[in-house]
C-alpha cells in the first residue's frame, strides 16, 4: 500500500509520495521518479488528481436508491461532473443560492491509472491506479427540478477530493461513512454496491477512452442529507483515511 498526494510545494504543484516524502517529477502513474524530498504534513493540499473528466455512478448502492424512492438500475447510471467542481481536502464549500437543499454523498472514487478503451472486465483492474475519496455533492431540489442532473451536480467546488490516492487496497469490502458536524449520517460498505469496481471500469470504457487521472466515481451508500452553512463535513473510507471540508453560504454581489 502506498499513499500519494498532490501538494503545493515551491510555488507549484507537486506530487508527493506521502510514505517518505519523496518528491515526484511529476503524476504517479507516469513515473515515481524522485527529484527531492519535503515534509507532507508542513504543505497545502490540493486535490490529487487533474482528470480530463468525472464520470459518476448513480444509484449503485440498492438501499441508496430506494431512499430516494427510484429503482435500481440494470446498468450502470452514468453522469459527469465538470473538473471545475473540484475542491482540494480542507476546503470551504459553497452552497449557491440557486439551491435551497444541497446534500452529501461520500464515495469511494477510482483514479485510472492507464489508459484504455473496451477493456474486458477480467484486465479492468490492471487500468486502475488507486482509490481516493469523493464527496459528490448534490443540489437535490434542482436535480428533481431539472429532470437531468448537470447543473446539480455540477456547481463549483461540488466534489471535494482526496486527501491522498492509495495504491494496493482491495476495493472489494471497504467501509464508507459520512460524519456531519461530529453526527454520523451515512455508514455503508462498498460490498453493497450493485456494479463493483472492475463493472464499472469496463462499462465506462466501452462508450469512452479512459485517460491516466481520470475519475470513476463509484456511488453513495444510504443516508445522504443537507448540509447547511457551518457545518463540517468528513467522509471517511477504510485504508483511504478521512475527506474533510467546511460549509458556507455562496456570497453573490446583488
Not at 36 to 62: E, F, H, I, M, Q
Not at 110 to 115: D, F, K, L, Q, S
Not at 154 to 181: K, Q, Y
Request: one cysteine or more; glycine letters at 12%.
Amino acid at each position: 500500500m502506498t499513499r500519494f498526494a498532490r501538494v503545493e510545494h515551491e510555488g507549484r504543484a507537486t506530487w508527493l509520495r506521502v510514505d517518505d516524502g519523496a518528491v515526484l517529477k511529476g503524476a504517479p502513474w507516469v513515473s515515481e521518479e524522485v527529484t527531492g524530498t519535503a515534509d507532507p504534513t508542513r504543505l497545502p493540499r490540493l486535490p490529487p488528481a487533474t482528470p480530463s473528466k468525472l464520470v459518476c455512478v448513480g444509484r449503485n448502492y440498492r438501499a441508496h436508491a430506494q431512499e430516494l424512492g427510484n429503482e435500481v438500475p440494470k446498468e450502470p447510471l452514468l453522469f459527469f461532473k465538470p473538473p471545475s467542481s473540484l475542491l482540494a481536502p480542507g476546503g470551504t464549500l459553497l452552497l449557491p443560492p440557486e439551491s435551497e437543499r444541497v446534500e452529501h454523498e461520500g464515495e469511494l472514487t477510482i483514479v485510472i491509472g492507464r489508459r484504455g478503451r473496451r477493456i474486458a472486465r477480467e484486465r479492468a483492474l490492471d487500468h486502475v491506479f488507486g482509490y481516493t475519496i469523493a464527496c459528490d455533492v448534490t443540489a437535490r431540489d434542482l436535480q428533481k427540478k431539472d429532470g437531468q442532473w448537470t447543473r446539480a451536480k455540477g456547481f463549483d467546488g461540488f466534489c471535494p477530493l482526496g486527501p491522498e490516492i492509495v495504491t494496493g487496497i482491495d476495493p472489494a469490502a471497504l467501509g464508507v461513512r459520512v460524519r456531519v458536524g461530529g453526527s454520523l449520517r451515512q455508514d455503508g460498505n462498498t460490498r453493497d454496491m450493485v456494479f463493483d469496481v472492475a463493472a464499472l471500469v469496463a462499462y465506462v470504457s466501452n462508450a469512452m477512452t479512459l485517460e491516466p487521472g481520470d475519475l470513476i466515481l463509484t456511488g453513495t451508500p444510504e443516508g445522504v442529507g443537507p448540509l447547511a452553512a457551518g457545518d463540517q463535513v468528513e467522509v471517511e473510507i477504510d485504508g483511504l483515511g478521512a475527506l474533510a471540508f467546511d460549509v458556507a453560504r455562496e456570497s453573490v454581489a446583488g
